[in-house]
């Protein structure tokens, strides 16, 4: 079997599971039923690529000489849609999830709809996020490559190393494999993965708080703060209820100035992710990523949060 074929076919099997979901939510009303029938679709479409895989030839790269960041993302987002397909990408990820929780649903997105659910959930599928880019960055080696050379996720693992552009293809591949919803985000001369994640906002007082979405870059960003012993990640801000989070507002009820300086720096450091331009993975949608809050949003949000709990905290 030919490599143009496996991917154009994986690709066709991906393209009727999606026309076979639409018509199925379409003709069935019956909730249960529903859901039995979609999880068939899934697991009927997920048997034919791993068979693909096993008897086909997955190693295809491209050598890409960029004419626009369209074409890129097209040749990026095929990659993603079929190795977050692989059973070794779903194996792998699985087992990094089942570390952290075994409630996970396998078969929709997370996205938490009232404050309560994201106060008791959310942090398990940040954490999920957090280690699955821990691992990745653990296993497989950055390397700057002369060429534009992309090469599948089976590669990746095989070899061990990429650069910047098989980091988004793996790493998005992985998040995708457990429902995240993804994005690609490219600046000059660089792409990232980019993972969408809940966090939650302090809205004009301390009593009303509200659920809003990131779109996190997982580009191995990580920072110092001096009132903390280990280094810190964008993850560790997220959650609103974080042993992080809970620490930055003790330190500066306690009158911690340095630590407030210390975030309006970090902040400055992010803005250079406001430049990215950021496209989807489906079934994450182009109106959805204008939605969403980037992390110099984050950023500004984590320190405006902080001041109306002080204000709240002096009444």
Known sequence: MKVSNVEETIKKIEEVRKEVEAYIKKEIKEEDLLQEFLKFNNELALFLVNHIEKYGNLDAIHIYKPKSVEEYYEIIKEKIILGSHLEIVRNEA?????????????????F??????????????????????????????????????IYSVQKILEQGYGDCDDFAVILSSFFRSLNFKVGIGFLKNH????????????????????????????DNIRFKLSSFEEEL????????????REKIVKLVLQGDKRIVKELNEIKENLKYYSEAKFFPIP???????????????????ILDDINLIIQYNER
């Open 94 to 110: 699985n087992k990094i999830r089942e570390k952290i929780t075994d409630e996970w649903d396998t078969d929709k997105i997370y």
């Open 112 to 149: 938490p709809k009232d404050f309560n659910e994201y106060k008791n959930n959310s942090w398990k599928y940040i954490l999920v996020a957090k280690e699955i880019e821990k691992y990745i960055r653990n296993k497989i080696n950055y390397v700057s490559e002369p060429d534009d050379i």
């Open 191 to 218: 792409v990232f993965s980019s993972v969408i994640l809940p966090t939650a906002e302090v809205y004009e007082d301390k009593e009303e708080i509200r659920i809003r979405f990131v779109i996190v870059p997982a």
């Open 233 to 244: 990640t964008i993850y560790d801000l997220l959650n609103f209820f974080s042993k992080v």
């Open 283 to 301: 079934p994450l949608e182009y109106k959805e990523i204008k939605e969403l809050m980037n992390l110099d949003e984050l950023m500004n949000k």
